[in-house]
């Protein structure tokens, strides 16, 4: 029975302890941060704002399988993702590191031990005496913090907002790394088709060429004619080149974001119409963009870890109180040691209360509240950016679309002003000048209008980051609509 009564004492004290723990806890309880800028009820660029749902795999909106394989895929190797996902194993270590401080820490010794000593006795012929002892020793040791002013609480908190930081850190990676990709990708196929429109034009410069040379031979038009032919041919292919180089060039950095050697291989152009299958945007509620943004999560968690520090250095200044216990066996024969006469124990309770220490306790403590000051103005920094960048995205889209429209209105003209050039050079009403000037004007446009295409997809990609993700159908419109 002795040793249940050894153990009783500090088994019903740590129950006690346990149980009490962090029923105080000194420091402010975290609350989202009021900001000094006012949220409006709707985006300004975007009047007839509604709610949404959030559409996690939005790439796959454009209806491109190789798109689809191309994100698995960074998703998969991408290295800035492994990094990513390294801090956060770290961080969860860190956690369960300060969530066990809260836990008592019980440790088992031993020890085996055998002497041999000797003495000298004066007797009437010096002689010289051997003795040889043993002592063993099993012990079974606890200690444990009370967490009476919740430091040990609190520095639970902060870490596991670390460690949602971190997570939410890496879903922003993801999103970065994933946009870089699709925009990557779309470049390349607008570079594609932007040598088509290259090809095409050397075709027509080619056949205007064969055509003036004819003329020319049969004395119909000057030699003048001739060079700004062959120039404008000229002037065309030497735009291939550089067309090139810059395809290969995307596809390089595209193998990077896929975890590849940047080889460049043969991809040809799927010739999807990306546009046709776009979307239109409904961009939600300005106040749901902090609820979906990774990044403006992070931020979150940062200064809600910044103010449970806040307690922590607080707590530090009151009384801290620690519980020991001990309980175990001693004796100089092994068969012998669990003999009830040979037991151990010991409790002890212990308080220690700073009382001088030129109130560095107390500068740490407002050190802890000027960093959460600090957060809290770069969480609003964060957030206002966060809105900006939903605004111009907007504001682009608007502008890209008339500018598109627009464009589409010019190379339509310019291919009606080139075909009316030609017939009136045929008929002698006409100098060749006017027709070559045509003749760029309109490969110019239809240019620059697959260059717009590409404006509006990567517009279309910043959106959606910008947003947090793609959406689907608000849920009462989808409702409605089955």
Known sequence: MRPRVAWALPALLLTLLLATAGCIKVGPDYQRPEFAFKTPQNYDQAKNTVPYEKLDRWWEQFGDPQLNQTVDEVLKNNLDLQATAGKVLELRASFVQSRAARFPTISVGGTAQRQRSTSSLSLPTTQTISSEKESYELSLAATFEVDLWGKLARAEASARADLLQAEENRRTVAQTVVASAVTSYFNIRNLQRRLVVNQSSIIAYTKSMTFVEGRYRRGLTSALDLRQARRSLAQAKAATPTLEQQLGLAKQDLAVLLGRYPVIKPDPDPGIDYLARMKPVPPGLPSELLLRRPDLKAAEAGIKSLSEKIGVARAARFPSISLTAGYGYADSALHTLFSPANELWNIALGISQPIFNAGSLAAQERAARARYAQGVTSYAKTVLNAFSEVEGALLTKQQQDIRRQLLKD?????????????????????????????????????????????????????????????????????????
């Open 410 to 482: 010019a190379v339509r003209e310019a291919e009606a002003t080139q075909n009316t050039a030609q017939n009136r050079y045929i008929h002698g009403l006409q100098d060749y000048l006017s027709v070559l000037e045509a003749q760029q004007t309109r490969y110019s446009l239809a240019d620059q209008l697959v260059q717009n295409e590409l404006s509006v997809l990567t517009n279309r990609v910043t959106l959606y980051r910008a947003l947090g993700g793609g959406w689907a159908k608000p849920p009462v419109l989808a409702k409605a609509e089955k």
